[in-house]
């Protein structure tokens, strides 16, 4: 009789597993998420750091011996990260007048270019 069968037929355990498997892999993904925006946040605190650090070498030194003009220097502290920073004069400024542009672009974890910005002015005060 159906009624009085005792355990499980094999169809029922593998709709069981199958149902195991999805929750499990939800589960796993969802675990996953947090810990990739902790790694693109620090990616991007580097990134903010190594702006920062830049800015203030430019900062430290006497703005009329800035030369106008494109540099470009790796950053070791990112995977594949470039440090570029444009110094001009604006029209009709004093010499001791600079702006700076500041670009940083690296490769995060999954292969994705990235890029941060940041402008000043620059002055002898």
């Given at each position: ?103 940083i672009s690296w ?19």
């Amino acid at each position: 009789m159906i009624g009085n069968k005792k355990g499980l037929s094999m169809l029922e355990i593998l709709i069981c597993m199958v149902i195991f498997t999805m929750v499990a892999t939800g589960v796993m993904a969802v675990n996953a998420l947090p810990r990739q925006a902790a790694l693109n946040l620090e990616d991007r605190m580097k990134a903010s750091l190594a702006l920062e650090r830049k800015l203030n070498e430019l900062r430290g030194q006497d703005v009329s011996s800035l030369v106008n003009g494109t540099q470009t220097q790796t950053s070791p502290s990112l995977t594949n990260g470039v440090l570029t920073y444009v110094i001009s004069t604006p029209d009709g400024a004093r010499p001791d007048w600079k702006e700076v542009y500041l670009s940083i672009s690296w490769t995060d974890r999954r292969g994705a270019t990235k890029t941060q910005d940041v402008a000043s002015s620059l002055y002898n005060g």
